[in-house]
C-alpha cells in the first residue's frame, strides 16, 4: 500500500508487459499519478490517474519529452534484442537529461561482466550505466520467472537442456511486481540498494516438471542434453545465432549453479513471503482449480 503520494509523477515502462502492467495497475488502485512509457499508444492500458506517452527506449528525444518533470522511475528491461543494451543507454541519457533523480531497474540475478547466462550480461552493463549517470538506483535482480518454469516444455512435453542437476530459485512474476510497487511506494528506503528477488526453494528441472505434472495433471519430464545437443536440438527454430546461445545458457546458468540463490527479499520488502511454483500452479491453472 502506498504510504504517501510523491510530489510528481512516476514514470512506469514495460506497462502493456508483465511485470509492468501489474505495477502500473498496482498504483492506479492506490490513486497515483504516473506516466505510461510504451512503445506503442494503441497497446497502452487505459487506467485511472495515467497519462501515456509513445517513448521506445532508442528514441531519445521522445523520452526527454515523457520524462521531463519525472524523479522517480521504473524502467522495466527491454525484450531481449542483440542491440539491448544500447537501447538502455540511449533511454538512460534520455532519463538524465531530463532530470530523473532515482532509477528502479528490473535487472537479473548474479548480473555480472561475465555471467554463465548471457542476457545476464547486458542487465550489468545497464547497471553500470545508472550508476555513471549520477542517479540514485535500486536494482530488482529477479532469478528466473516462475510463469515460464512450464513453457519451457517443447510441444512433445520435455524439458531439453544442458542444466544437469542444477537448481533454480525461480521467482513469480507477480512477486517481482509486489517487490517494485512497494519500492516505489517508499523511494527513500530502498536508495542505492540491490535485491536478489527469488522464490522459497530451489528446484531442479525434473523437480519443475514433476511438480507441473501433480498440479495440472500434464505429463511432463525432464531430459539433460550435452550442449552440443542443445544447439543442433535448436538449430530449427529459425532464431538468430545470439538468441540461440542465450537460451541454451538459461541451463548452463542453472547447472553452475549461478541461479540457484533462495534469498529473503521479497519478503523483507514486501512484508509477505514469495509463491511457490506448486502455489502459483495453484492460482492460475484451471485444472488446479478444479
Avoid: C, K
Wanted: no cysteine; net charge negative.
Amino acid at each position: 500500500m502506498m504510504t504517501s503520494r510523491p510530489a510528481a509523477p512516476i514514470a512506469v515502462t514495460g506497462a502493456t508487459g508483465h511485470v509492468g502492467g501489474l505495477v502500473a495497475r498496482d498504483l492506479a488502485a492506490t490513486g497515483v499519478e504516473q506516466r505510461l512509457l510504451v512503445r506503442s499508444n494503441d497497446r497502452a492500458p487505459d487506467l485511472p490517474g495515467a497519462t501515456v506517452f509513445e517513448a521506445p527506449y532508442d528514441d531519445r528525444t521522445a523520452a526527454v519529452i515523457a520524462l521531463t518533470g519525472v524523479r522517480l522511475l521504473l524502467m522495466v528491461s527491454a525484450a531481449e534484442s542483440e542491440d539491448r543494451a544500447r537501447q538502455h543507454r540511449a533511454f538512460l541519457d534520455a532519463a538524465a537529461e531530463a532530470g530523473v533523480e532515482h532509477v528502479v531497474y528490473t535487472s537479473f540475478l548474479g548480473a555480472a561482466p561475465d555471467a554463465t547466462f548471457l542476457l545476464a550480461r547486458d542487465h550489468w552493463a545497464t547497471e553500470q550505466h545508472i550508476r555513471d549517470t549520477g542517479v540514485h538506483h535500486t536494482f530488482l535482480r529477479n532469478s528466473l520467472y516462475l510463469d515460464v518454469l512450464p513453457e519451457l516444455a517443447g510441444p512433445d512435453g520435455v524439458i531439453r537442456g544442458p542444466a544437469r542437476d542444477g537448481v533454480v530459485g525461480a521467482v513469480a512474476r507477480v512477486d517481482v511486481a509486489r517487490v517494485a510497487t512497494a519500492v516505489l511506494a517508499e523511494p527513500d528506503r530502498h536508495r542505492d540498494v540491490t535485491y536478489d528477488l527469488t522464490g522459497p526453494e530451489a528446484l531442479t528441472l525434473a523437480e519443475v516438471a514433476r511438480t507441473v505434472n501433480e498440479v495440472t495433471g500434464s505429463a511432463l519430464t525432464y531430459h539433460h542434453e550435452t550442449l552440443e545437443e542443445a544447439f543442433d536440438s535448436r538449430a530449427d527454430y529459425g532464431a538468430p545465432d545470439w538468441q540461440v546461445a542465450a537460451w541454451v545458457s538459461t541451463y548452463t546458468a542453472i547447472a553452475t549453479g549461478e541461479l540457484a540463490a533462495v534469498t529473503g527479499h521479497v519478503e523483507a520488502v514486501t512484508g509477505r513471503r514469495p509463491m511457490s511454483l506448486r502455489e502459483h500452479l495453484q492460482a492460475t491453472h484451471p485444472a488446479a482449480r478444479g
